[in-house]
């Protein structure tokens, strides 16, 4: 753990492992509740120096962490491997998108301009300024252990807050590495503080009923979301949510199926379909379903499943046994229900994958509503396909979800495109497009799938109040 900046190992530890091969990485300090008040203790001593900078030193603190950040990409992207599972390659990409929020909150915290507006009264002038909202916790997940980090630490600190981490039991080590890089580039003492703790319910209690803390910036599931919020409530300390998806993928009848097919393929196995922008419920206009299909199963059949530091493997591991039980159990359930098994459908156990926790890329059709895999969240790699036709209202089908994070939308039709678009009740859309997120774009989701958004411009406007100032002259 890292507290006022000193690095603080517990006679109480806890195991981080590989979960591709189950083996023992390192322990780390585990945690507890007073270690939480600790760390706020420093973040709040912290503050009124951290605030009392100017932009341009924060910003160039931040920009020496993104160089920092890619001179270490080898070793970060390896490190993510061994921790969270994910292929190499992507491992890599994700250290880069992790570095962007660096870059783009260095420049951001530059441009947090105030404003003047005009009173109705001649003697009044009315002043608009931002300031920090004060001291942030956040609460991070294992399934993007870097890039969520810098997604809610570079803002923060832009904007001059300070932070306690608590980072995800499985992914502390990540955690620790991009800490230890912040430091490195001259964020002072106190500033960002980590607690890391295989218990994480006393921690984020203490989140959130400390006083001091006035933000909970936190990415996760919709339940522990929704928890964390409503601790949180009493003191109306604000909240940021990156919470669960249900992503529809609509493919109308005018789209390429061969198109949209590769682009299925890519969006709903990418980290192992252990993203909540990951596509949940796939529907293709009946007319262009069989050539989706045979796209899609040809695909998938060939990701190559294993341990993500050998060369060209596409699909990593599960994060735990629990995953594997939650993809499993929708998988029986849609074939009991009559889904049919175009390709996967079964756990990978023999050999080296017996060490791990591994699941066949799975190809579903004939999904129907009543299925578990049609209403909850997978977070696996299983493609589940429905076919509509044009007598389904399917903007009312893709909306028919608490959820409202991602969609994806397949026609050539312009006025499909943009009807669909401004008729879908999600946050982020991708129009033929499978990758609508950049540290430059608002990620975030509407309905049960969050409050606020990161990156972008809005991304810092969620650590800054607004301060008005009337002055007679
Ligand atoms: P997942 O099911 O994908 O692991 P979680 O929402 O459980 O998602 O985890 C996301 C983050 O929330 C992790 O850092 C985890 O430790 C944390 N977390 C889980 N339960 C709680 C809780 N009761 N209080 C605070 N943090 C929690």
Redesign the pocket.
Known sequence: MLINGQWIQTTQTFAVTNPATGEVLESVADGSASDATAAIDAAHNAMPAWSGTTAHERSAILYRAWQLMLDAKESLALLMTQEQGKPLKAARTEVQYGADFLLWFAEEAKRLYGETIPSARKDQRFMVQHQPVGVVAA????NYPVSMITRKLAPALAAGCTVVL????ATPLCAMAIVKILVQAGVPDGVVNVVTTSN??P??EIFCTDKRVRKLTFT??TP?GK??ATAAAPQLKRVSMELGGHAPFIVFADADPVHAAKGAALIKFLNTGQACICPNRIYVHETILQPFLDTLKTRVSKLAVGNGQHDGIAIGPLVNQQAIDKVSAQVTDAKNKGATVLTGGTTLSEGDYGHGHFYAPTVLADVTPDMLIYREETFGPVAAVISFNDDDDIIALANDTDYGLAAYIYTQNISTAMRTFEALRFGIIGINDINPTSAAAPFGGMKESGLGREGAREGIAEYLETKLGGLSI
């Open positions: 609460i991070t997940p294992w608590k980072p995800a039991e994480p319910a921690v984020g996760g599931s522990v928890k964390l």
